[in-house]
Nanobody, 121 residues
Framework: QVQLVESGGGLVQAGGSLRLSCAAS????????ISWYRQAPGKQRDWVAT???????TAADSVKGRLTISRDNAKNTVYLQMNSLKPEDTAVYYC???????????????WGQGTQVTVSS
């Protein structure tokens, strides 16, 4: 059973920084793309950023230049460096990964449990 465990959320003042981590916990053959999503209270879950296994990344226009996705393939971990945070960044942040557990299993999508980020004004 693949588990994605997020950490690093918390309460921060506007203009501050946080670094989220998402570690895959299980015997894994390969991880393809990994993404961060976020969901504010009463709103739909929105895509934030994606990184491929080759390291190419894309991000939503609303976070470009402030939130940066990266990954450590040796640790099966993805990060989201969050700088210049704004109150509108307040949300539960989720990681999502395409994971193959064996060479023949194919890739399946897994989600983490989410970590709360609250930015005060």
């Amino acid at each position: 059973q693949v588990q994605l465990v997020e950490s690093g959320g918390g309460l921060v003042q506007a203009g501050g920084s946080l670094r989220l981590s998402c570690a895959a916990s299980a015997s894994i053959f390969s991880i393809n793309t990994i993404s961060w999503y976020r969901q504010a209270p009463g709103k739909q879950r929105d895509w934030v950023a994606t990184i491929t296994n080759g390291g190419s990344s894309t991000a939503a226009d609303s976070v470009k230049g402030r939130l940066t996705i990266s990954r450590d393939n040796a640790k099966n971990t993805v990060y989201l460096q969050m700088n210049s945070l704004k109150p509108e960044d307040t949300a539960v942040y989720y990681c999502q990964a395409q994971v193959a557990t064996t060479i023949s299993s194919g890739f399946y999508v897994y989600w983490g449990q989410g970590t709360q980020v609250t930015v005060s004004s």
